[in-house]
């Protein structure tokens, strides 16, 4: 039989991004050593994966990489242990399904006396199959479907011993119709038929209480049973998720099991990653609080292969933002985003709630994005900053009636957008003098319209603090005067002379950070070559460490780089350099590096403090998580990374 491929150990991530977990021991070989356990009510039967050429097939189940389970449950009759007992076990490859038993019987009768596989499918279709031992030197072993018809290229060998028998059977996935797609999240049932005499099947013994679907017990194919003692092992989960989907997401010909326990969201399936591993990624937020209200599967790209939709929350409680990520597996396996697009936003003050329908689009899927409802606020009070990583969330009272996004090169893009009249915010009474046509002001100079504009900006934002932290020139848009570029409590904001006409500002809440404080600097310089200069934000993000960290605090060091496209501040690079909890850090290096004609960014792994390999309570991220670029361990072999603008991105 052949040994266990290890398990996948996950690090701890804080938020939406995807990567490959390590594998963690075996543990089935320890158990076929065990004296044989029984099942208990609901726990799930471990059903490995082997490779038949390791099989003897002798009717005799020494060899076996699992225990065999007692089947303790009395179905019919009430059998002594020495009329009937029994243990058995269960295991595959990609074209059959094997079944050992030990059976404990006082007479074999062959071509009556059976075992009985019951396997439920997602959905609740139960199918099965009868193993049937031959008698020992008259008849061979049958294995046959309901209504006594012989399943093709299946086998039994029994082997005779005192008091019993045991047997091996091979049976073909064909015989189970659904697992030609579908071989996870299954049930199962072993049961030992007992025909003694003339009148048919006198007792029943079995690992659960009948052949129903909601009776059988859990069966836990090789990822399933890597999961449980991989990543739910080592983060305590106990609890059944929150979801439990099954759904082809990756492209091959069968579906996989998409779990989400707590803050992990887990893809699993017997073509992923050779049937043996599996693929998580830490949400950043605790499905089990509510701030993960939505996980679907869905095709919506007309390839045949379902996008996981999940809508995420950030914040706490009933105050919080929404966004809805749609993300696809594609040919590979991990996931890369397709659409992303705020939905909701919630407060003590009110809400607002997007609609968002899925509308046909030939063999494809597009997504329109409408205003919705909103709660309490209206366009006199609502003051709520504007997203600026995705697209933000739609207003009832502002000049989009809904946007439609189609699949273009991959991803889900803007594809038109229908305008409304906004509705304008209750305003004062107009002053008397202003009534009668008093004469106009003279005209503002630049200066004085820069400081209006700041003003403009301090009473929108009801901006306590009397002066910004950082306060720098820069030219970081279009015309030739630079722009002021400063940091006013959270707010980035940007104003200027030649930017919106000098008469208006664009801002961005960097929501990253908890406090102000935790922004250390801000400059700016051309990274992208087209000689308008980035925004670089350097400061400290604070999230509560996993349990099985210790608990307490992680503090992340973080780059962020900014660019203004039009009139708006984007976010063009993000990436972690450095995370420490109390006195222990480790502290990765970011540098500009010329490459070629351009200015390029490199990571590189650095140093530890007071941190070892063994001693980290994290691994090395394979990608960007929650948006940011990974810090690189200065142990595992991690080379340094460089990022070059595209045109459009900072790719490797």
Do not use: C
């Not at 199959?129 to 029994?158: D, F």
């Not at 006195?583 to 500009?592: N, R, T, W, Y």
């Amino acid at each position: 039989m052949r040994r266990r491929t290890p398990y996948l150990r996950a690090p701890g991530a804080p938020a939406l991004g995807f990567r490959l977990a390590a594998l963690a021991p075996a543990a089935l070989a320890v158990l076929a050593a065990a004296a044989p356990p029984a099942l208990a009510a609901g726990a799930p039967l471990a059903a490995p994966l082997v490779e038949s050429k390791w099989l003897k097939f002798d009717g005799i189940p020494k060899e076996w990489p699992v225990a065999l389970t007692s089947l303790g449950i009395k179905v019919k009759g009430k059998p002594s242990k020495a009329d009937l007992a029994a243990h058995a076990a269960v295991a595959y490859d990609d074209a059959r399904i094997y079944v050992a038993a030990d059976v404990t019987d006082d007479a074999l009768r062959g071509g009556a006396d059976h075992v009985k596989l019951v396997l439920g499918f997602p959905g609740g279709k139960v199918r099965e199959v009868a193993l049937y031992p031959g008698q020992p030197g008259k008849t061979a072993g049958s294995v046959k479907l309901p209504g006594g018809k012989a399943v093709a290229g299946a086998k039994v060998i029994e082997a005779p011993r005192s008091g019993g028998y045991t047997l091996e059977a091979s049976v073909p996935w064909s015989a189970f119709p659904e697992a030609a797609t579908t071989r996870v999240g299954l049930r199962a049932g072993l049961f030992v038929h007992d025909a003694d005499g003339a009148g048919g099947v006198e007792a029943i013994l079995g690992s659960a209480a009948s052949e129903a679907y909601g009776s059988l017990s859990p069966l836990a194919t090789e990822p399933e049973l890597a999961l449980t003692d991989g990543l739910l092992r080592s983060k305590g989960i106990r609890g059944a998720p929150k979801y439990d989907l099954v759904a082809d997401v990756v492209g091959d010909a069968m579906r996989e099991r998409v779990i989400v326990h707590e803050r992990f969201l887990i893809v699993l399936g017997p073509g992923f990653r050779k049937g043996a591993q599996y693929y998580f990624e830490d949400l950043g937020v605790d499905a089990s609080d509510g701030m993960l209200p939505s996980l679907t599967a869905r095709d919506l790209t007309g390839d045949g292969q379902a996008e996981l939709i999940l809508r995420k929350r950030s914040g706490s409680g009933a105050k919080y933002r929404e966004v809805m990520h749609v993300v696809q597996f594609g040919a590979g396996d991990t996931p890369k985003p397709i659409f992303q697009h705020e939905v909701a936003i919630s407060t003590e003050k009110g809400s607002v709630v997007n609609e968002v329908e899925f509308v046909p689009d030939g063999a494809r899927m597009a997504i329109r994005v409408e205003p919705g409802k909103a709660t309490r606020y209206d366009a006199s009070n609502y003051a709520e900053a504007v997203e600026t990583t995705y697209d933000p969330l739609l207003l009832p009272w502002g000049s989009i009636k809904s946007q439609l996004y189609k699949l273009t090169g991959g991803v889900f893009t803007k594809a038109s957008e229908q305008r409304q009249a906004p509705a304008a915010a209750a305003r004062p009474a107009a002053k008397a003098d202003e009534a009668r046509g008093a004469a106009k002001p003279p005209a503002l100079s630049p200066a004085e319209m820069l400081d209006k504009v700041y003003a403009l900006y301090r009473r929108d934002r009801g901006a306590s603090s009397s002066k910004p932290r950082f306060d720098l020139a820069a030219d970081v848009a279009a015309g030739r005067e630079p722009e002021r570029v400063l940091l006013h409590d959270r707010d980035l904001v940007v104003f200027g002379k030649g930017f919106r006409g000098g008469a208006g500002y664009a801002f961005m809440t960097l929501a990253q950070f908890a406090s102000p404080g935790d922004i250390r600097s801000v400059s700016a310089r051309d990274l992208t070559g087209d000689g308008k200069a980035d925004i670089i934000v350097h400061g400290t993000v604070r999230a509560a460490a996993p349990k099985d960290a210790g608990g307490g605090t992680v503090d992340r060091d973080v780059v962020l780089i900014f660019r203004i496209e039009g009139e708006s501040i984007q976010r063009i690079f993000a990436a972690e350099v450095a995370r420490s909890m109390d006195d222990k850090k480790i502290a990765g290096e970011l540098k500009f590096v010329r490459v070629d004609d351009k200015v390029g960014i490199e990571l590189a792994p650095g140093r530890a403090i007071e941190w070892t390999e063994q001693t980290y309570p994290f691994n090395q991220d394979k990608g960007p998580v929650g948006g940011f670029e990974p810090l690189l361990l200065p142990w595992g072999g991690a080379q340094p990374v460089r990022y070059v603008w595209n045109g459009s991105t900072f790719a490797k």
